[in-house]
């Protein structure tokens, strides 16, 4: 926060100047754009899909345990390799070449607008659901068996039964509300797998489409027509993490309130 008030080269203090030119930037409004999209969009794709196989596993028999450890695999993925493994020479290559040569369709541009952030998201939801999943799964069998059995006899269906019982012993445990808040913030300073459709996309300079707040951090550090900026740097940094708390606040705001719907 400091080094954000001064002028790194002449160490002078200039007060709000760095966020003056912050706020003033297109790039990083962009950047804040793309990084509260992507953090929503993962977060939230990553716990439908966790919610979804946690309540299909927990009907399974003997099988669970083991069914549970394959679906925790993409965890023990690298960040940096889920980007690659759902980049478009990964993805969309042999996509296309069903989608061209067997169906006889046009081939899919990754690179059109929006196209390739959706995948994005998709694949930073395909590494984190498996934890959602682990933790709803935890919740939901925590639950006492007499309380569902009640359900059943009074005639609820089962998403009667998930509705009612389940969904909000979830939303109330702590364990889960934590994850889902490392989820927000680990999704708000994403970088491996932004960086790696960057670097597909030939996007090396600041600014480009797929750019979050830590990928812009991270070019002004290294492209060198910025010269180095850390007073700019700094201010952004700053920017980040406060987006991050309120952010984090607000959504566990809301969880506590749809617990009590």
């Given at each position: 926060v400091y080094l954000s008030f001064i002028d790194y080269q002449s160490k002078s203090f200039v007060g709000l100047a760095n966020y003056y030119e912050m706020l003033s930037s297109g790039e990083f409004w962009s950047a804040v754009a793309t990084?509260?999209?992507?953090?929503?969009?993962?977060t939230a794709l990553a716990l439908l899909i966790g919610l979804i196989l946690a309540v299909q596993v927990s009907q399974l028999g003997r099988a669970r345990g083991f069914i549970s450890s394959v679906f925790l695999a993409p965890l023990a993925l690298a960040p940096i390799v889920v980007g690659i493994m759902w980049s478009p020479d990964a993805l969309w290559d042999d996509f296309n070449s069903f989608w061209h040569f067997v169906l006889g369709q046009p081939f899919v541009d990754p690179t059109q607008s929006g196209l390739f952030f959706i995948s994005m998201i998709v694949s930073d939801a395909y590494e984190w659901a498996p934890m959602i999943m682990l933790v709803a799964l935890g919740v939901m069998t925590s639950v006492q068996p007499e309380v569902y059995e009640a359900a059943s006899l009074h005639g609820a269906s089962a998403w009667q039964t998930f509705r009612r019982i389940s969904l909000p012993a979830i939303l109330r445990s702590p364990a889960f509300q934590f994850v889902a808040v490392i989820r927000v913030i680990d999704a708000m300073r994403a970088f491996e797998v932004p960086f790696a459709w960057s670097t597909w996309l030939s996007y090396p300079q600041a600014g480009s489409p797929v750019d979050t707040l830590s990928l812009l951090i991270f070019k002004l550090f290294?492209?060198?027509?910025?010269?180095?900026?850390i007073g700019y740097i700094s201010a952004v940094s700053a920017a980040l993490a406060g987006i991050t708390i309120v952010g984090t606040v607000l959504l566990l705001k809301l969880m506590r309130r749809a617990s009590h719907a």
């Amino acid at each position: 926060v400091y080094l954000s008030f001064i002028d790194y080269q002449s160490k002078s203090f200039v007060g709000l100047a760095n966020y003056y030119e912050m706020l003033s930037s297109g790039e990083f409004w962009s950047a804040v754009a793309t990084s509260l999209g992507y953090a929503l969009g993962s977060t939230a794709l990553a716990l439908l899909i966790g919610l979804i196989l946690a309540v299909q596993v927990s009907q399974l028999g003997r099988a669970r345990g083991f069914i549970s450890s394959v679906f925790l695999a993409p965890l023990a993925l690298a960040p940096i390799v889920v980007g690659i493994m759902w980049s478009p020479d990964a993805l969309w290559d042999d996509f296309n070449s069903f989608w061209h040569f067997v169906l006889g369709q046009p081939f899919v541009d990754p690179t059109q607008s929006g196209l390739f952030f959706i995948s994005m998201i998709v694949s930073d939801a395909y590494e984190w659901a498996p934890m959602i999943m682990l933790v709803a799964l935890g919740v939901m069998t925590s639950v006492q068996p007499e309380v569902y059995e009640a359900a059943s006899l009074h005639g609820a269906s089962a998403w009667q039964t998930f509705r009612r019982i389940s969904l909000p012993a979830i939303l109330r445990s702590p364990a889960f509300q934590f994850v889902a808040v490392i989820r927000v913030i680990d999704a708000m300073r994403a970088f491996e797998v932004p960086f790696a459709w960057s670097t597909w996309l030939s996007y090396p300079q600041a600014g480009s489409p797929v750019d979050t707040l830590s990928l812009l951090i991270f070019k002004l550090f290294t492209v060198p027509t910025y010269s180095f900026p850390i007073g700019y740097i700094s201010a952004v940094s700053a920017a980040l993490a406060g987006i991050t708390i309120v952010g984090t606040v607000l959504l566990l705001k809301l969880m506590r309130r749809a617990s009590h719907a």
